[in-house]
T-cell receptor, first 114, second 114 residues
Framework: AQSVTQLGSHVSVSEGALVLLRCNYS??????LFWYVQYPNQGLQLLLKYTSAATLVKGINGFEAEFKKSETSFHLTKPSAHMSDAAEYFCAVNPGSSASKIIFGSGTRLSIRP | SAVISQKPSRDICQRGTSLTIQCQVDSQVTMMFWYRQQPGQSLTLIATANQGSEATYESGFVIDKFPISRPNLTFSTLTVSNLSPEDSSIYLC???????????FGPGTRLTVT
């Protein structure tokens, strides 16, 4: 079955430090992959998406993610964390078995230390 | 992209009553999705709503508890019936204008059942 695993339910980094949020997927067909961010008391906002073009995907707010088929990973990174990055981050996959359905990971809460 | 609004943004309801949530999209879309996000949890898909046909429910969700209407290509409602405290969650609607593309989310409806 298709699935998404996010390693680490909570990640804390210092302001200015590298942000790395981990995501591994399971899919029997080439997947479409997404990262979403959810700020407190808000809906989900798309950060970036991978749709089988370039393996390094750049998103909004300085985030990027690299699709690594050999590792079945799609980790999210940002070189320098900002206080405003504190939020919940969800990795998601459209596995292709159902054209529209998206499966979400369990989420990682990112905290930024001053 | 798509802009989605939901009403109400939040509500407090008594046990045994029902709440109907409205979702309005600024463009015509084939599929609309309803998700539940329980406190501190990820998103769980409740059902997929196509205009002109019955909604398709995910395992663990039934039409009697979560009836859905989809009268046209820009609007849908989700009713949460016979409320219990376990129904206290955020309910989100989403759309994906492109097949296998990203989903766009509404701001969510925060339901508290007392």
């Amino acid at each position: 079955a298709q699935s998404v695993t996010q390693l680490g339910s909570h990640v804390s980094v210092s302001e200015g430090a590298l942000v790395l949020l981990r995501c591994n997927y399971s899919s029997s067909v080439p997947p479409y992959l997404f990262w979403y961010v959810q700020y407190p008391n808000q809906g989900l906002q798309l950060l970036l998406k991978y749709t089988s073009a370039a393996t390094l995907v750049k998103g909004i707010n300085g985030f990027e993610a690299e699709f690594k088929k050999s590792e079945t990973s799609f980790h999210l990174t940002k070189p320098s964390a900002h206080m405003s990055d504190a939020a919940e981050y969800f990795c998601a996959v459209n596995p292709g078995s159902s054209a529209s359905k998206i499966i979400f990971g369990s989420g990682t809460r990112l905290s930024i230390r001053p | 992209s798509a802009v989605i609004s939901q009403k109400p943004s939040r509500d407090i309801c008594q046990r045994g009553t029902s709440l109907t949530i409205q979702c309005q999209v600024d463009s015509q879309v084939t599929m609309m999705f309803w998700y539940r996000q329980q406190p501190g949890q990820s998103l769980t898909l409740i059902a997929t709503a196509n205009q002109g046909s019955e909604a398709t429910y995910e395992s663990g969700f039934v039409i009697d508890k979560f009836p859905i209407s989809r009268p046209n290509l820009t609007f849908s409602t989700l009713t949460v019936s016979n409320l219990s405290p376990e129904d206290s969650s955020i309910y989100l609607c989403s759309v994906n204008p492109e097949l296998r593309g990203e989903q766009y989310f509404g701001p969510g409806t925060r339901l508290t059942v007392t």
